[in-house]
């Protein structure tokens, strides 16, 4: 029997009502399979931790995680609490210390699922996108000084540097490499940021040469949202910087029907350090506790965690599952338009898996 060990991190608003219905579906899954197990850890830390201690996670806390196989992350953010105190207190303090450096996020219209683009129905659009997930403009370098007086400065200063550049690049080529298409494209904003972005614009055509079998082409981060919106079906792997990618990584979740949907993995691909799983929505305080949150991302996400540890059938057969429950428009939560609530789409997903014989 495979053992894989798993710290779960809820964290805030709806994250714990998620992240339950994944464990639920990822504990049937591993009961179908019959050749794993998860050991699953649970950690309390995020926004009420913060109230409690004045911290969102305890000192040494990303220590704890590096024994583990992976991270299944739910949401932070707290309508008192100031987000960059919630994020840089958690979320960002996992994934840059265990230089989770590529963040990775699949878009697709599942079936049953409607895309507000009127000439889109599925296959025109089929993306991942890699994120930059370790400097750039999350750098954290920068300051704020005179507080108050008419003198006041504030400043982010964007950090890309040649190892970060190139290897997230790289891995976007070889992700790109590894689809059907072989087809990447490299957002930038070399025009008018004359320094980092016309670096990045060299390292890729750096890293190209070694990729003679992957197409690919060049972008403007804005330009790139129109192409998005009007020629979907010419994208395939797309790689951009921390914050172009957290832009688009919004639109595109959009684009395929609910943020609700969309997953992301936070990779260490070299596996020195655990990785980490978390659906992209955020802790979305106007619904936390109605029992209404789309589980999808959650279980998506948990899809890409198997594949992580290995587990490639039990990863198919959950997203089979998660299909199967989306193409049913009776079961659909509130986000996509319908009536369902957590407990009737996670049943419907065990229920799936239950009745998979493959
Ligand atoms: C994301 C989110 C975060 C980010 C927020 C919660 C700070 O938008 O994962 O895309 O910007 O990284
Ligand atoms: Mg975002």
Known sequence: MRIHKIAAIPGDGIGPEVIAAGLEALETCAQRDGGFALKIEHFDWGSDYYKRYGVMMPDGGTDKLRPFDAIYFGA???????????????????????DQYANVRPTRILPGITSPLR???????????????????????????????????????????????TRIIRFAFELARSRPRKLLTVVTKSNAQRHGMVMWDDMAAEVAREFPDVTWDKMLVDSMTMRMTLRPETLDTIVAT?????????????????????????????????????????????????????????????????????????????????????????????????????????????????????
Not at 78 to 98: K, V
Not at 132 to 157: C, F, I, M, Q, W
């Open 76 to 98: 932070v953010g707290a309508p008192d609490i100031p987000d960059h105190i919630t994020l840089w207190g958690l979320r960002l303090a996992i994934c840059q210390p265990l």
């Open 119 to 165: 000439h889109v129905t599925g296959p025109e659009l089929d993306w991942v996108i890699v994120r930059e997930n370790s400097e750039g403009e999350y750098a954290g370098v920068g300051g704020r000084v005179h507080k108050g007086l008419p003198e006041e400065v504030a400043t982010d200063v964007a950090i890309f540097t040649r190892s970060g550049v």
């Open 242 to 358: 921390n914050l172009h990618a957290d832009i688009l990584s919004d639109l595109a979740a959009a684009l395929a029907g609910s943020l609700g949907i969309a997953p992301t993995a936070n990779l260490n691909p070299e596996r020195k350090t655990p990785s980490m799983f978390e659906p992209i929505h955020g802790s979305a305080f106007d619904i936390t506790g109605k029992g209404i949150a789309n589980p999808v991302g959650a279980f998506w996400t948990g899809v890409m965690m198997l594949e992580h540890l290995g587990e490639k059938a039990a990863a198919a057969r959950l997203m089979k599952a998660v299909e199967r429950v989306t193409a049913d428009p009776a079961l659909h939560t509130p986000d996509l338009g319908g009536k369902a609530t957590t407990r009737q789409v996670t049943d419907a997903v065990k229920r799936a898996l239950e009745g998979d014989n493959s």
